[in-house]
């Protein structure tokens, strides 16, 4: 008589019936079923997990740059008095912050329209636009300051004499941008006055504060003034400004060894034997 295998366990010298093999055998599928199920959907995590790199470090803000550190030259304290030249060009304190916001705020000019040009042949000229922008810290009279940067850019000794150009103040976009800021702030945007050159992140030349319509001016030195101008303290404004507008307008620096300077010579560092002018055409006639 021939003997029925046992099946599963067939040869190990267990028997047992029939249908009682077929429910284990199917049990143990089942269990073996959910139990590779289990390991095959366990085994990617594992893997991400140990393969994966760790997670980066918060990094600084990129935008977040520490600002460039900068020597400035004393400031002697300013302990005169102020008179009406200083009340005309704005300033209403002798107290000069080193160092303001970095922001800037424009000087109203409400209560302008198109500022009038001095020289009845100044509106056969080409119009400059310019605004006046004052660093948020620094505390001036606006209008007096409007009026008198305006005044000096009309007068008939400056750029815009015998009708060459016609300057009209704004407060929107600007081929001039008169800028009062603290020394601070002039060192670091435009650290050799406005034909500085610095290079960008990719190594090109960055435009120079001219180049951008800036005429930078230290509020110290508009209340100050400048040592070769003693206390001709008007003159070396108007110096100030007729400089900087120069080389916004595409005038290049020049030189002095003796004589009277051209208003393009840098005026604050030339030989004693050089006298200042302030104005691009000082022989012509005085306006007012």
């Not at 008939?156 to 020394?183: I, K, Y």
């Not at 110290?220 to 080389?247: C, E, I, M, P, S």
Request: glycine content about 10%.
């Amino acid at each position: 008589m021939t003997r029925r295998s046992g099946g599963l366990f067939a040869g190990r010298g267990i028997a047992l019936p029939g249908w009682r093999v077929t429910l284990i055998a199917v049990v143990l599928c089942f269990a073996v079923g959910l139990g590779a199920g289990w390991v095959t959907g366990q085994v990617p995590g594992w893997y991400r997990a140990w393969s994966a790199d760790p997670e980066p470090s918060a990094s600084p803000n990129a935008s977040e740059t520490p600002e460039p550190e900068v020597s400035l030259p004393a400031m002697e304290p300013i302990t005169r008095a102020l008179d009406e030249d200083d009340a005309a060009a704005g300033i209403v304190t002798t107290t000069v912050p080193e160092r303001g916001a970095g922001t800037f705020s424009t000087a109203s000019t409400a209560s302008r329209t198109a500022a009038p040009s001095v020289s009845p042949d100044a509106a056969d000229g080409p119009t400059r636009y310019v605004r006046i922008d004052v660093e948020d810290g620094v505390t001036v009279d606006e209008d007096a300051l409007v009026d008198h940067v305006m005044a000096t850019l009309q007068d008939e000794r400056g750029w815009g004499s015998a009708g060459r150009l016609q300057f009209v103040v704004t407060d929107g976009a600007a081929d001039v941008q008169v800028v009062l800021a603290t020394p601070y702030t002039i060192a670091t945007r435009c650290p050799d006055g406005a034909e500085a050159t610095a290079d960008d992140a990719d190594g090109s030349p960055e435009p120079t504060c001219a180049e951008q319509g800036i005429v930078p001016v230290s509020i110290y030195d508009w209340t100050a003034g400048l040592d070769r101008y003693g206390k001709n303290r008007n003159g070396a404004r108007a110096y100030l400004l007729n400089h900087g507008v120069g080389l916004v307008l595409g005038e290049e620096e020049a030189t002095c060894t003796s004589g009277v300077a051209s208003v393009m010579v840098d005026q604050t560092d030339m030989p004693k034997a050089c006298k200042t002018s302030a104005w691009p055409f000082p022989g012509a006639a005085k306006s007012g």
